[in-house]
């Protein structure tokens, strides 16, 4: 049974492009989280979504940032216009019933640099 | 909402010390708590879970204790190696999991 995969593992992008982060959940595992973790911080929730619904979005920034969890396909997290403050690892988590009570298992992370 | 906090940041011990790391939440709703170790460049490893109805788990060299009237939960590490040297986040749910600052282990051979 593969654990979650994440990709790309690094991602270098200049000022003001867009980055898309891909995240596919452990097989059976239907709830998928995102984290930000900033260099030398704590993992930070953004968001939770189940398949095709955004169920908790409290910790994403209200801006530029975008995720989603399509009926096929991987999770993905999407930054559009990034700066410089966006460069961290993002790390995503699956369990399969969720309700914040769930064993979340992490997947490798993306590391983003933003030139 | 949901805040965590843990102590030590660092922690130093010989190999073959026991090491505590120190975790105390603020919302009493909470009720479950899993601890992670992490090492350079990898991702979060689940490495025990403790959910509200149970005060102590075991697991090896590994145990957890929660006290629920104080708010605050701890984990225990025995016999320690030098490749349990890592990062070790505590954390508290709500949805997504809140995290705890992080404890830099080194067990110095």
């Known amino acids: 049974n593969a654990g979650v995969m994440q990709n790309p593992r690094h991602l270098v992008r200049r000022r003001g492009q867009e980055a898309r982060l891909r995240c596919s959940p452990m097989?059976?595992?239907?709830?998928v989280y995102w984290y930000r973790q900033l260099p030398e911080e704590g993992l930070k929730f953004m968001v939770y979504?189940?398949?095709?619904?955004?169920?908790?979005e409290s910790g994403m920034p209200k801006e530029r940032f975008s995720a989603e969890f399509p009926k096929e396909g991987p999770s993905i997290l999407r930054i559009q216009q990034v700066v410089r403050g966006d460069s961290a690892a993002y790390f995503c988590?699956?369990?399969?019933?969720?309700?914040?009570?769930?064993?979340?298992?992490f997947g490798p992370g993306t590391r983003l640099t933003v030139l | 909402g949901e805040n965590v906090e843990q102590h030590p940041s660092t922690l130093s011990v010989q190999e073959g010390d026991s090491a505590v790391i120190k975790c105390t939440y603020s919302d009493s709703a909470s009720n479950y708590f899993p601890w992670y170790k992490q090492e350079l460049g990898k991702g979060p490893q689940l490495i025990i879970d403790?959910?509200?109805?149970?005060g102590e788990k075991k697991d090896q060299r590994i145990a957890v204790t929660l006290n629920k009237t104080a708010k605050h939960f701890s984990l225990h590490i025995t016999e320690t190696q030098p490749e349990d040297s890592a990062v070790y986040f505590c954390?508290?749910?709500?949805?997504?999991?809140?995290f705890g600052t992080g404890t830099l282990l080194a067990v110095q051979p």
């Open positions: 979504l189940q398949k095709e619904n955004i169920i908790d």
């Open positions: 097989k059976g595992h239907s709830h």
């Open positions: 954390a508290a749910s709500e949805e997504g999991l809140i």
């Open positions: 403790i959910r509200s109805n149970v």
């Open positions: 988590a699956s369990s399969p019933n969720g309700q914040g009570k769930d064993t979340q298992y």
